[in-house]
Every structure is written in C-alpha cells, then in structure tokens.
C-alpha cells in the first residue's frame, strides 16, 4: 500500500510542526525565499529540503512531493 504525502504536508513533517494552513502558508514561503524545496532521496516518509537548482539537476536522486491539488486531481475519474 502506497500513501499519498503531499507536498505540504512534507514540508510540515521536516519542519515537525502541525499540518494546518498557517503552518503551510509560512513554510512555503520561507522556503520559496531560499530557493528550495522539500523532496526526498529514497523513502517518501524522509523529507529532506535541498536547493532548486540541486533538485532540478538531479531528478534520478531527488523526487519531489506531489501537492494536495495534484493528488485530488490524480483521484478525480
């Protein structure tokens, strides 16, 4: 069995605070001013925060989270 981690929720998991949306809202927003991004290297369950570009450069290696809104959608028939 597979579960969905969103994006946000993965962020809140590294950050280890609740999953609500003020939490989300400030996290994002910190991590847009860095440049960086929650992702994860072999286990879902592990989020790590890594640069963009490290990311972007390295798709093999890391794996981004899907949002909430794309796995909503991914459910839709």
């Known amino acids: 069995m597979t579960v969905d981690i969103s994006r946000e929720k993965a962020i809140c998991m590294f950050?280890?605070?609740?999953?609500n949306k003020d939490n989300i809202t400030t996290l994002i927003s910190k991590l847009d001013d860095i440049r960086s991004?929650?992702?994860?290297?072999?286990?879902?369950?592990?989020?790590?925060?890594?640069?963009?570009?490290?990311?972007?450069a390295n798709p093999l290696l890391y794996k981004r989270y899907p949002t909430m809104a794309e796995i909503q959608a991914s459910r839709q028939p």
Request: glycine share 0%; net charge negative.
């Open 15 to 19: 950050f280890n605070v609740e999953a």
């Open 37 to 56: 991004d929650v992702c994860y290297e072999n286990e879902s369950m592990k989020p790590i925060i890594a640069r963009v570009e490290v990311i972007q």
